[in-house]
Nanobody
């Protein structure tokens, strides 16, 4: 059983939108903080943003602030990344990560390509 599975990636034109989803299973999702990361070709993996376990606090990288929104549904064991006003530089593999007191899980990633 894979703990985290991302979906929703694809090809979108600049200025468009995508909504990524990350489905969690096999652990107590509601106690884990969740993050989205991305990795562009030839670059290091970077943090996009983090949402606390109850969803009360969300932080974003400056590069996505005002364009991306992270949310979660603890009843459905899912975390979401709504991406608006997409730019070519947002092209990357997007990963979700769960972490809690020294324990964590990574998803396998989903490709997002922003191109005309």
């Amino acid at each position: 059983q894979v703990p985290l599975v991302e979906s929703g990636g694809g090809l979108v034109q600049p200025g468009g939108s995508l909504r990524l989803s990350c489905a969690a299973s096999g652990f107590t999702f509601s106690i884990y903080h969740m993050s989205w990361y991305r990795q562009a070709p030839g670059k290091e993996r970077e943090l996009v943003g983090t949402i606390t376990n109850a969803g009360s606090t969300v932080n974003y990288a400056d590069s996505v602030k005002g364009r991306f929104t992270i949310s979660r549904d603890n009843a459905e064991n899912r975390v979401y990344l709504q991406m608006n006003s997409l730019k070519p530089e947002d092209t990357a593999v997007y990963y979700c990560r769960a972490f809690h007191v020294g324990r964590g899980y990574w998803g396998q990633g989903t490709q997002v390509t922003v191109s005309s």
